[in-house]
């Protein structure tokens, strides 16, 4: 599981986090929402320690992850993480681009390694895009590709930071498929969002994020439905 205590972030003398407590269980799937700003990113980055922290801290099966002797590599291996925009590799084929890790972090062998990307390719529906190079992809491809990239490593959670925000609208639909279709198999998410329908019907909790602060948190009933903060409510009156 994912614990963050007690989370703070400043970037300068910009207050980005301010003490942030959290914990998402495995198997579950937790949609992030809230305004450009609020420090949705943020959070992801001081989980996989992309971000170092000022104060709190955040484990992750036990391990601290901003503890000095932690192995990075190791522990972000295990969690997945899929940007608003991605730039696969443009030499490399599909197959390629997702062998990659496998091959070289994790020492697989080249049979080992294709084998490991042909079966994430499938899995989220490119299985018939193995040979093609990411420019002949569409951004909804692309997105999936990088889906399967960083599930090529095998993590246990998969971060995902709007994932759908940079594709035209058409294409949002596959990506959210797909992304329920890992929730479905019972991975472990947290997944930054602005589709409010994907949040409402695929998470098992949505946090609303305020300038730095979690403002709530809680089922989507409660969250869309019946939200206790007068500011989750006021963002979800502008956002709907
Ligand atoms: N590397 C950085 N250096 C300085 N300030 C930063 C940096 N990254 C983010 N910030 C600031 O921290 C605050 C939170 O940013 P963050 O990217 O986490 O917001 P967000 O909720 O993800 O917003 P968006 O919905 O626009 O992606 C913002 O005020 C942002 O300008
Ligand atoms: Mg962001």
Redesign the pocket.
Known sequence: MIEVKDLH?Y??A?H??KGIDLTVQKGEVLSVI??????????L?CINAL?TIEQGEVIVDGVSVHAKSTDINKLRQNLGMVF?QWNSFPHLTATENVALAPKIVSGKSRQEAREIAVKQLEHVGLGDKLDVYPSALSGGQQQRLAIARALAMEPDYMLF??AT?ALDPELVGEVLDTMRLLAEEGMTMIC?T?EMGFARDVSDRVAY?HQ?MMEEIGPPAQIFGEAQSEQTRKFLANVR
């Open positions: 972030k970037f300068g910009l980005v986090l809230g305004a450009s700003g609020s420090g949705k990113s943020t959070l980055y971000e608003q930071d709007e925000s930054v602005h994020f730095g």
